[in-house]
């Protein structure tokens, strides 16, 4: 029960902090035309390096007319921001977690077509592949922030590590394991608060705590995404029997890759709630803080 309060209330309660935040923002609509966002897009992920080369190209594009044309500016540059090198961190941090994705999606395919999964897998298998689109879009719009690529990065990995810790490391344990009451706190809790905590604490800023939190949570679904998916490959029907029993093996492959699916959801929302919580709180306390007070010897 405490559990389903957490997952009721935490969505609302981030909503009304959006809000409040600030009102026009869903009430305005956008400002700016779909080529202009994009570019906008791929300049973020650019290097120090090539910084120049992005505004010149901002520049460019306010000079042509035309909806397509100006389409087809942006998005050649953004082609181009993306593959060429040198990379920014955003942009390599964007290239890990495409690939995590890709091996994912290939993966699910590959046990799909093996061991001949009906129509419903293919559709929970689109269903997941929209899910990581989105969450490789949130993650390269995070990705862009300063100082945001770093720790929500390593957010994202120290979730996925805590978790395995927990659970075990090895394949059975993937499909396996059932959380303990202490243990469910812990990584629906204790971790993704650290992360939040730890984001805001980092550049003593509530606002990128809130964006590391995200960032944190868009990657920790991907990657546990991938390692339970690698697991299923490697268990396949084998293991220990399903709780629901009277499986085939096709059955048992095909609940193990929906549940997989199921977690990267809701694993996802829950580590972005309650660390954006958790970096809210953390930047309260410390506009909170007092400063220290100067030393009068000092100032003499």
């Known amino acids: ?27 305005d609509g956008p ?16 290097s120090q390096q090539r ?50 994705t890709a091996a994912s999606i290939a993966l699910y395919a590959g046990l799909a077509v093996d061991y001949r999964l009906g129509a419903g897998d293919w559709i929970a298998l689109g269903v ?17 922030r300063p100082g945001v690529a770093l720790p929500g990065l390593l957010g994202g990995v120290f979730a996925t590590l805590v978790g395995l ?3 075990g490391f090895t394949a ?18 204790a971790v993704p608060a650290a992360v939040g905590a730890a984001g805001t604490l980092w550049r003593r ?29 490697i268990l396949g029907g084998g293991g220990p029997p399903d709780q629901d029993g009277g499986f085939t093996v096709r059955g048992t492959v ?15 929302l829950i580590i972005a709630m309650v660390g954006w919580a958790a970096a809210a709180l953390a930047g309260y306390l410390v506009r909170r803080t007092p400063t220290p007070a100067a030393d009068p010897a000092q100032e003499v």
């Open 172 to 189: 059975v344990d993937q499909v396996s394991f059932i959380p303990k009451p202490w243990q469910q706190w812990v990584t629906v809790i």
């Open 31 to 46: 400002t700016e035309d779909a080529p202009l966002r994009l570019l906008r897009w791929a300049v973020g992920l650019l």
């Open 128 to 144: 997941a592949g929209i899910i990581c689109v989105g969450y490789l879009l949130g993650a390269s719009a995070l990705l862009r």
């Open 205 to 233: 800023d509530p606002a990128a705590g809130r964006r590391v939190a995200r960032l944190a949570a868009l990657s920790a679904g991907l990657l546990r995404l991938l390692y339970a998916t690698v697991a299923v490959a």
């Open 51 to 100: 910084a120049e080369w992005g505004q010149a190209m901002l520049g460019e594009l306010g000079h042509l007319d035309g909806r397509w044309r100006r389409m087809r500016f942006a998005f050649g540059c953004a082609g181009a921001a993306l593959i060429l090198p040198p990379w920014g961190r955003a942009a390599a941090g964007l290239w890990a977690m495409v690939g995590i």
């Open 1 to 27: 029960m405490p559990f389903f309060i957490v997952f009721l209330v935490m969505p609302i309660a981030v909503a009304i902090a959006l809000y409040r935040r600030n009102p026009r923002r869903f009430l």
């Open 254 to 268: 095909s609940d193990r890759l929906g549940n997989n699916i199921v977690d990267l959801a809701v694993g996802t």
């Open 165 to 167: 810790v927990l659970s």
